[in-house]
């Protein structure tokens, strides 16, 4: 199913997308910043990158530092001298102290719960791969890859295990619907399955054939929440011009969730971002 929108102006919104996109990639402390990615240790330890020690005692963590150390918080400023607390949810994560650079702020420290357990990364403004950055390596425009989905929902959304980027970390994909399409030269529907996202958007995390040569292992693309059509189903349209890397294309620190089982096309999908090489 092809759509019936404007090639100009698909091409017109596309360009826009992805200078939007550039531009958050390379914010400050964004993902392109990520230098490390540490467990935290029952007893409070030194750590790679940051001052201080770092330790949890498994429900909350814990960083002891003199102000000598020039940590302070992200939220206020205020310098860390001594020892300060912080509890998470599973999942949750917290741009808690910074330190370094002219300002005090060239690195932040981010504490994070990934399966249930703490972890810091470091995020440093002045990292090369921030600092070299000039935008993701892009396929041309493919107005043939952007189709007309149904949204078949489900009765209730179905919590389904996946794998993440670090193998010490187990993902859960609530999976709340299918997006049924067809792609040019094929002669079957695909089925992917959808995530929710705010004000009822949906995302797509899906494998295709182009993955390990020129784009990354897995990807993801969103959709606007569905509409109603005049036959009483609700569509999307699906844009595969969008689909962009995860984090963990750009950083081994990363732990993205990696698609469900049945989310993986017989199709090239040299549409979107690529393998960011430079990286």
Sequence with gaps: ????????????????????????????????????????????????LAPGLWSTDGTTAFLTASAAEGLSLVDGGAAVDGTISARLADEESLMWVQYGGADGRQVVVELAMRADKYAIRTRDAQSPVITEFDGVPVFDYRPDLVVEAKFIPYPEPVDVPTGTANPLVDGVHRSVGELVFRLPGKDHEFHLQAEEEKL???????????????????????TARPRVDSQGDRTVILDFNRAINYPSAFTPYGTCPMPVKNNSLDYRIEAGEKEPAMF
Excluded at 207 to 220: I, L, M, V
Aim: aromatic share 10%.
């Design 200 to 222: 009822g958007a949906l995302t797509v995390t899906f494998h295709d054939e182009t993955n390990g040569e020129s784009t990354d292992e897995w990807r993801k693309v969103a």
């Design 1 to 48: 199913m092809s759509t019936n929108l404007d090639p100009d102006a698909q091409l017109s919104r596309w360009q826009r997308f992805r200078n939007s996109r550039n531009t958050a990639l390379a914010s400050d402390h964004g993902w392109l910043t990520l230098t490390s990615f540490q467990w935290l240790e029952g007893e409070p330890s030194a750590v790679d």
